[in-house]
Each structure stands twice: as structure tokens, then as C-alpha cells.
């Protein structure tokens, strides 16, 4: 099973390394970090990842991620990049992204008539795209599946888990990351959240 | 504030960038991936992250974060590694594992007499240890906090970003990576999950 997700500059690495960690695990996958070149790509922080392959090097996959970030939005215009996730995507059993992740893909047409989701603070850019916008943690169409902001990736690839090798499988993933989350506080969305903390994102 | 995480080959990835994600929002924060040497290191599934600085840098930290992954048991006899810990942890404010880390920070000693834990699957190991072993997502004991496995750093960098900058910051920070999670299974402890899963990692 070969998985590749996408790299650029600026992208946010839990948005990548969340799923990865769980995509990692399934039998027989080989996961491949593609960027346009083979090279380090810096989150805005200054991690830096290595893209070991580059997409001229990548004409199909089994599962396509497009993780997202601040860096997307210079995607979004970006030919190549959108001409190769089509090209991809033609070949997919699953077209999955995390966070910001699906406004490329809204972008390529794929999601076209498609329910989907995003970050909670990209939903009304998502919504300028022909797509219905859901208020879910992930979301399935088809063979499309979009997760909300950054950490909802992990519950979205524990779910594509599921769906790829079943859920004992998946429940196995699941233990062996101990994601039995106890966040400090009940405030991961904005309807939970007091409107002081929400205000201050304005 | 200078926030150093350990980086060595065969890492857990998510076990490092899962509180990456949090502590990277401290308000005038800097991370450093420090290595051995200043270069990529890779997981068990080819991931490549680079350090960009080398211990023999770095004197003191603010906070310092020991990840866990296959690569640790190797640490356990790494003298340099042990020594280097010890120094700055006599600088830090805070000195804080994710996983299997804690059996490094054990190592050191600086975890003796104190209350601790690790992943499920590492605790007997933990137990050996002059500490004693806690089952909690993650554990504060002074300036010491260990958490449970791979996921469990995400929550951990949450309360102590609580703790540094107070709670209304650290629910913008969970706010942020949109950190409502809904796994698809509640089965992320041993406590919860089905007998013949737990006996598949035998």
C-alpha cells in the first residue's frame, strides 16, 4: 500500500505526523514525504522534514494526504502541485486531508458536489468552493475523506484504518498510540470554548 | 524561552511533534532539535527530521522534552547522552518525557523517589527503576512531568503550557490545533480494549 503525503513549506506538522503515526502501521505500507523538489521543507517554526521522493517521481498511490498550514494558501495557485494531486487522485483508493489540506483539494475540482470540512477558522474559505461544509471532526464522500483542524487527523486516519484493514485492526493502531485523550480543558472547538479565548483569534 | 527536545534515530515522530505543536504557540519560545550530531534522524518508518543543533551546543534550557520510540533503550547506555541531560536539566524549569523518554530521564537518576509513568507497554520496565509508577495520562512531580504513550504528549504539552502561561492561553493553544478529539474507538488504554486485542501485542 503506497501513501503519500504531500510537503511544502509551512505546513503544520501535527497535521502530518498525526496521521502518519497511524497510517505508518498498516501491513505492507510505504509511506512517501513528496514534495515539489527532494528537500527539506520548514514548518513555521523552523522543524524541518525531508521530502524523500518529489513529484515527478510519484504518478500513482493507494492513499494521497494532503496535510494543510499556513503555507497552503500559495498552493492554491500553484499548477504543478494541483495538476499532480488530480493526476494522483486518478489513481487513489483514498483522497484524504487534514485541516486546511482540503482547500487544495477543493481547488483541484475534486471535491466538487462533496461534503467536507476543514479548520474551524477556514470553513467560510471553504465554503467559496462549490462543496457542502460540515461541522464533523472528519468527513467521508466517497472516497474522500477531510478532517477539522490540525489534531483531527489522528481520529480521521484511525477511521481510514478502520475502513482499509477493519476495526480490530484500527483498535489495535489505536492502543498502540495510547490515544485515550484527557485533554486539560473541554475547549478543542469553537461552540466550546468561553467567547473570551474565541475573541482573541479575531 | 528556549525549549530543547532530544532527537535520536528510531524516535517516535508524534511522541516529539505532538507537543511541538502546543509549545511552539509560547509566547517568545524557541525550539531546538538537538541531536548528538547536527543531522537528519529517522524513525522506524523512514521519516527524516533534522536537529538543528548538537548537544555539545547547547548548555541550558528552559524546558527540556525527552521523546520515547524504539531508539531509547539504545540511549540507556549512551553516556554522553546521560551526562548531557543531567547538565541541563540542572538549568531548566522544566524536564518533561513523552512515552518510553521516561525510562532516559530514569536512567539519568533525576527521576529517583519520584512519581512517574510511560507507555502501557513500557511500565514494567519503568518499575525497575528507584520511582514509582503512576497509570495517568501524565504525571507532575515538581518540575519532572512523564506521560503515557505517544499521544499522551499532546495533553501533557497542554498542562504545561497551563502552567507557564496560564489557562486561557493554553485553551487558545488547544483551541488552535482544534484538539476536540473523537476517536473511533474507545479502546486507547489496556483497561479498555477487548482481551484478544491486548494479546496481539504479546
Chains 1, 2 share one sequence.
Not at 499548477?79 to 499532480?84: A, I, P
Amino acid at each position: 500500500m503506497k501513501i503519500m503525503i504531500l510537503l511544502f513549506d509551512n505546513y503544520t506538522a501535527l497535521d502530518i505526523v498525526g496521521p502518519y503515526e497511524v497510517l505508518n502501521k498498516l501491513p505492507n505500507s510505504e509511506i512517501y514525504l513528496v514534495g515539489t523538489e527532494k528537500r527539506a521543507y520548514k514548518d513555521p517554526y523552523g522543524l524541518k522534514i525531508f521530502a524523500n521522493s518529489s513529484i515527478d517521481e510519484i504518478s500513482e498511490a493507494d492513499i494521497l494526504l494532503i496535510p494543510g498550514g499556513p503555507g497552503i494558501d500559495k498552493l492554491l495557485k500553484n499548477k504543478e502541485v494541483l495538476d499532480w494531486i488530480r493526476k494522483i487522485d486518478a489513481t487513489t483508493k483514498w483522497t484524504v486531508s487534514v485541516c486546511s489540506g482540503s482547500l487544495l483539494l477543493a481547488q483541484t475540482g475534486l471535491l466538487d458536489g462533496k461534503n467536507c470540512t476543514t479548520h474551524w477558522r477556514r470553513k467560510d474559505q471553504l465554503r467559496k468552493f462549490n462543496v457542502t461544509v460540515k461541522d464533523e471532526r472528519y468527513i467521508q464522500d466517497g472516497k474522500y475523506i477531510t478532517s477539522a483542524g490540525v489534531s483531527a487527523g489522528i481520529d480521521m486516519a484511525l477511521y481510514l484504518a478502520s475502513k482499509i484493514a477493519g476495526d480490530q485492526v484500527a483498535m489495535m493502531f489505536q492502543l498502540a498510540i495510547e490515544y485515550d485523550p484527557k485533554p486539560p480543558f473541554d475547549c478543542g472547538s469553537p461552540d466550546k470554548v468561553p467567547k473570551e479565548i474565541l475573541d482573541r483569534f479575531k
